[in-house]
C-alpha cells in the first residue's frame, strides 16, 4: 500500500550532497586550479561531507592527505564562487597489494571446496544451505503427527564447471590475468567491501521465466573471526540470488582485507563576493532548522495531563502507526517476512483484520506480497522509482471458497496433550487471479492462517510457496490468528470471537 505525506525540505546534509554533485560533474572539467592535470571521478562508493571554514582555515595534518593545489573551482546557480580543496584518495596499501606473489582467492577458497562442507541459515520458514563448490539449497521441513517428514525444496544452484588442472606455467598466467582484474565490491552493511565471486547455474527451473534454472552469485568476503557462515541471501531478480559468505581464508589477500570507509571532507572556501555558504544552502538549513521546530511543537502536549490521559495518548499513537508495519530481522529473506503489527487492543485489531481494511504483508526480496482477508492475494515488486509491478494471484469469492471447501479440508485439528482437540490451521481458497503464461489459466491460491506463539504477541509472518505452476500457497502464521481460529466453522470461516 502506498503512503502519502507532506514533502519535507531537504536537510542541511542534503543540500550539502546537491553541492557536491555540483562539484562533481565541474570536476572533470576543472583543471585550471589543479595545475592542468585531471582529477579523479568521484564515486558513490566513497562517502564525501562538504564543509564551509572560512578563509581563515589550516588544513588537517592528520588522516586523508590534503595539498593545497589540489582544488577544483566551484560556480552556483547564482555565480557564487568557491575554492574547493579535495582530498587525496590514494590508497597507502597500493605498493602492498603490488608486490603480493601470494595464492590466488581461488587457491585460498580451494581447502573449503576440498572439505565438502556446507554451511546453513535458519529463517523463519526456509533453510538455506551452502555446500561449497557444489550447490545451495533452500528448503523446508514439515512434519505432521504420525506422518513422514514433508519437504518442499529448490536448488537456487549448483556448480557449473570445474577448472580443469594447469600446469605450473599456466596456472601463474592465469593469477597474474586474476591480479590484474578489478576487484568487484558490495555495499555490505554500509561499508564498500571487496569479494570474490563464483557463479552457480543450473537450479530448479524458476516458472516465473519460462522454466529457466534458478542461478546464484555466491560472494566470498574476508572476515577474521569468521567460520564461513552465511550472512545473507537475497533474490536480487527473480529467480537469481545472491549469497554472502564469511570466511577467513580471503584475509591473506591484501585486495581482499576489509577496509573501513572514513567519511572524506571536502573544504570550500568562499572566493571575493561569495558569502561563507551558498545563500540557496543557507535557505535550505533555515527552512529544515524551521520544519524541526513545528515537528518538536507539534510533539509537545498544549498543558499537563493525568496519568489517564497519557495512558490515552499512548494508545493514540500507537494507533497512529497501526498501518505502518516495520520489518524486524534479517533483510535478505526470500520469501518470507515478519512484521510487528501495532499493538492496538486486539479486539480493535481482529475486527480491522476481519473486515479486510488491515492487510497482512510479507516478503523482502524481490517479490512482495500483500493479504487482504476476504479480498485478494498480491505479489508485487517496486522499484527504485517507486513503480509498481502487481501480480494479482488470487481474489476471494465465497461461493467458490465453499465449493472448494466441500472437497478439501478447510479445518484441521490438533490434539493436545491434555486430550483436548484445537483448531490449529484453516485454509481459505482465493481464484481468478491473473492469467497464467505457463497453462493459460488464471492463478489461484490456497491461504493458510496458522496459530504460531510468539514472544512478540502481533508479529505476523508471511510467506508464500508455488507446489505447482501458478498454483500458489499463502502461509499466515501469528498469535494474532491463535485468537480467532476456534471461531471456525466447518467450512473455515472465522469471526470476531464473542
Known sequence: ?????????????????????????????????????????????????????????????????????????????????????????????????????????????????????????????????????????????????????????????????????????????????DSAKEIPMKNIEGQMTPYYPIGMGNGTPCTLRQNLPRSSSVMYVCHPEAKHEILSVAEVTTCEYEVVILTPLLCSHPKYRFRASPVNDIFCQSLPGAPLKPHNLQKLEQLEQEHQQQQEMMMKPPYRRG???????????????????????????????????????????????????????????????????????????????????????GTWNKEEHLQWAQKNVARAYHLKDDGLQTVKMVSHYYGNGDLCDLTDKPRQVTVKLKCKESDSPHAVTVYMLEPHSCQYVLGVESPVICKILDTADENGMLSVPS
Open 1 to 177: 500500500m502506498e503512503r502519502r505525506g507532506k514533502r519535507r525540505c531537504p536537510g542541511p546534509a542534503a543540500a550539502a550532497l546537491l553541492l557536491l554533485g555540483a562539484v562533481t560533474m565541474l570536476g572533470a572539467k576543472a583543471a585550471a586550479g589543479a595545475g592542468g592535470r585531471s582529477l579523479p571521478q568521484f564515486s558513490d562508493d566513497v562517502p564525501f561531507r562538504v564543509n564551509w571554514p572560512g578563509i581563515e582555515f589550516t588544513l588537517p595534518t592528520a588522516g586523508v592527505l590534503y595539498k593545497e593545489d589540489h582544488y577544483i573551482i566551484m560556480t552556483t546557480s547564482e555565480k557564487e564562487k568557491y575554492k574547493c580543496i579535495l582530498p587525496m584518495l590514494a590508497s597507502g596499501n597500493e605498493e602492498e597489494e603490488k608486490d603480493y606473489k601470494g595464492p590466488s582467492p581461488a587457491d585460498l577458497l580451494e581447502p573449503l571446496f576440498k572439505q565438502s562442507s556446507c554451511s546453513y541459515r535458519i529463517e523463519s520458514y526456509w533453510t538455506y544451505e551452502v555446500c561449497h563448490g557444489k550447490h545451495i539449497r533452500q528448503y523446508h521441513e514439515e512434519k505432521e503427527t504420525g506422518q513422514k517428514i514433508n519437504i518442499q525444496e529448490y536448488f537456487l544452484g549448483n556448480m557449473l564447471h570445474k577448472s580443469p588442472i594447469l600446469d605450473p606455467e599456466q596456472e601463474e598466467k592465469e593469477n597474474e590475468k
Open 307 to 393: 496519568k489517564e490521559e497519557e495512558v490515552n495518548s499512548a494508545k493514540e499513537e500507537k494507533f497512529s502507526s497501526f498501518h505502518k508495519p516495520v520489518a524486524v530481522g534479517t533483510p535478505h529473506l526470500l520469501t518470507v517476512g515478519t512484521t510487528h503489527i501495532s499493538k492496538l487492543t486486539d479486539d480493535q485489531l481482529i475486527k480491522e483484520f476481519l473486515s479486510g481494511s488491515y492487510c497482512f504483508h510479507g516478503g523482502v526480496g524481490w517479490w512482495r506480497y500483500e493479504f487482504c482477508y476476504g479480498k485478494y492475494v498480491h505479489q508485487y515488486h517496486k522499484d527504485k522509482d517507486n513503480a509498481k509491478t502487481t501480480i494479482v494471484v
